[in-house]
């Protein structure tokens, strides 16, 4: 049973930081595609970082998260975590972990970012 478990959210002021911890269980984790989506009230899911290769050394940003965010992988750990620093309001939303391989995706829970003052 594949589960994929998202920790690290809460709220914090603007120009703060947070780093969102995922944890896998039920896949051979170094063979995924670890991603993070987020998703505020009245929008779509979007994407806001990938890491594709299994060392970690190949990653996706959206442009409003580039330089601000690092997403990171640890195999021996089953973790994926998304370091975000200098967080704005408008990167308030609901973080979900996402794990793809081939036509197959995971989901997590989501975890509540929220950023004001």
């Known amino acids: 049973q594949v589960q994929l478990v998202e920790s690290g959210g809460g709220l914090v002021q603007p120009g703060g930081s947070l780093r969102l911890s995922c944890v896998a269980s039920?896949?051979?984790?170094r063979h995924w595609e670890m991603r993070w989506y987020r998703q505020a009230p009245g929008k779509e899911r979007e994407?806001?970082?990938?890491?594709?290769?299994?060392?970690?050394?190949?990653?996706v940003y959206a442009a409003p998260v580039k330089g601000r965010f690092t997403i990171s992988r640890d195999n021996a750990m089953n973790m994926v975590y998304l370091q975000m620093n200098g967080l704005k309001p408008e990167d308030t939303a609901v973080y979900y972990c996402?794990?793809?391989?081939?036509?197959?995706?995971?989901w997590g829970q989501g975890t509540q970012v929220t950023v004001s003052s």
């Open positions: 996402n794990a793809r391989r081939d036509l197959t995706n995971y």
């Open positions: 039920g896949l051979t984790f």
């Open positions: 994407l806001v970082a990938g890491v594709i290769s299994s060392d970690g050394s190949s990653t």
